[in-house]
């Protein structure tokens, strides 16, 4: 069975600093995982996807995240928040590629 | 706009009632889901379709839940005798199973909320 943590259901950053949102995986074969962000009463929009190329993924707004398949974990990162990076972000692992195994999301906020 | 849309966008019905909601999913995806995202989690998978064929559908999905793809494009999730637990964005998205990797990357809608009185 396969499914993500995300540590830290909050995290607030001021303006122009680092932004670290952290998501665990478990999964008993490779696994292809994903960063989604959501704004308010929208859907969900892939950040970006690990698929088992280059371990470090670089995605939309400056985003990257890390596969690191020693401490089973793909954080995202940002170097210097802005105010629009304000949202739910949400890790997921998938296996199969039909089912997606989401975490319960990290809301961002962003402090000016 | 060619994105998946999610037709209506909210939804307020008395317990009991019946709700039906439609999702048109990018044109070129053969394959469309179901979610379901309750206040303060990540969506939960309910059902998929390749096409027409429902292939998979999670034990969320219970008897009073029935979903469609009658012609391999547009989708339609109905809820039986809603219930006050049903209260959720109802999420729909598609992918591609052409070209390689494609399939790994699904296309949300917007979503249904759905308020069961």
């Known amino acids: 069975a396969q499914s993500v943590t995300q540590l830290g259901s909050h995290v607030s950053v001021s303006e122009g600093a680092l932004v670290l949102l952290r998501c665990n995986y478990s999964s008993s074969v490779p696994p292809y995982l994903f960063w989604y962000v959501q704004y308010p009463n929208q859907g969900l929009q892939l950040l970006l996807k690990?698929?088992?190329?280059?371990?470090l993924v670089k995605g939309i707004n400056g985003f990257e995240a890390e596969f690191k398949k020693s401490e089973t974990s793909f954080h995202l990162t940002k170097p210097s928040a802005h105010m629009s990076d304000a949202a739910e972000y949400f890790c997921a692992v998938s296996v199969t590629g039909n089912q997606f195994y989401f975490g319960t999301g990290t809301s961002l906020t962003v402090i000016p | 706009d060619t994105g998946v849309s999610q037709d209506p966008r909210h939804k307020i019905t008395k317990r009991g009632q019946n709700v039906t909601f439609r999702c048109d999913p990018i044109s070129e995806h053969n394959r469309l889901y179901w979610y379901r995202q309750t206040l303060g989690q990540g969506p939960e998978f309910l059902t998929y379709f390749q096409n027409e064929a429902q292939l998979e559908k999670s034990r969320l999905l219970s008897d009073r839940f029935s979903a469609e793809r009658p012609k391999g494009s547009f989708s339609t999730l109905e809820i039986q005798r809603t219930e006050q637990g049903d209260s959720a964005m109802y999420l729909c998205?598609?992918?591609?199973?052409?070209?390689?990797?494609?399939?790994?990357?699904?296309?949300f809608g917007p979503g249904t909320r759905l308020t069961v009185l």
């Open positions: 690990y698929t088992s190329a280059a371990t």
């Open positions: 998205a598609s992918s591609s199973t052409s070209g390689i990797n494609s399939y790994n990357e699904q296309f």
